[in-house]
């Protein structure tokens, strides 16, 4: 079994058939059945979060693989008397605002007093996070980003405290760590609407995991 989690362009956003999406095809390259836990606007708390909820609950037995997809630094995941949900700070969509006024009041605050190194870090934090249960429990895994040009990443990944952290992370579990992501391996195939990339993509971004793995041996 496979298991992927993610965000949206794990999910399959804006595909008509959502199991043309790269978990589905990475499992049929891998020979195995998948459960895809990409969820659009998860933020990397929330992976990391449905990452221990799964493998506490799963025998690692039965478990092939693990693939996450990585989202962007800045997305936060709270919680309250109603309910879970994730914060974009600066990007201010419907699927990111609250729906109770005073999330709102949570959505501006951050929105103009968060930091961004902090955000960075958070974000290595939760990859060296899943890294050691993945390690400590014995379960073939893979991570990669959705994408390596991105303003946090940008602003703080390589720098200071950040850059010893990084120097955590096992690269060679990591496809493009540091250097490249989806959006990357893209290119300029097709997008939808909502700048999710199509059928084109998901192919891409399973020969780039695909071959990463024969690379890496994982």
């Given amino acids: 079994m496979l298991l992927t989690f993610g965000d949206s362009f794990t999910y399959g956003e804006e595909l008509t058939d959502l199991t043309s999406a790269w978990p589905y095809r990475m499992a049929k390259v891998l020979k195995t059945t998948v459960i895809n836990h990409g969820s659009p606007g998860a933020s990397n708390d929330e992976i990391l979060r449905r990452l221990y909820e799964e493998l506490s609950s799963t025998d690692p037995e039965k478990i092939d693989m693990v693939i996450i997809g990585w989202t962007s630094p800045g997305r936060i995941e709270f919680s309250d008397m109603v309910g879970t949900y994730s914060i974009w700070p600066g990007y201010m969509s419907g699927k990111f605002r609250a729906k109770e006024p005073w999330r709102d009041e949570m959505v501006s605050y951050l929105s103009k007093h968060h930091n ?16 050691s249960l993945l390690q400590q429990l014995g379960i073939r895994y893979l991570m990669c980003d959705i994408g390596r040009n991105e303003y946090y990443k940008n602003l703080h990944l390589g720098t200071g405290i950040t850059e010893r952290m990084c120097n955590l992370v096992d690269s060679t579990k990591y496809a493009g760590w540091l250097t490249s992501g989806m959006a990357e391996w893209v290119g300029k195939a097709a997008r939808g609407a909502g700048g999710h990339f199509l059928d084109e993509g998901h192919k891409l971004v399973t020969l780039k995991l695909y071959d990463f793995i024969k690379k890496n041996r994982i």
């Avoid at 961004?116 to 890294?131: D, G, P």
């Fill in 116 to 131: 961004s190194e902090w955000l960075c870090q958070r974000f290595v934090q939760n990859v060296i996070a899943a890294q």
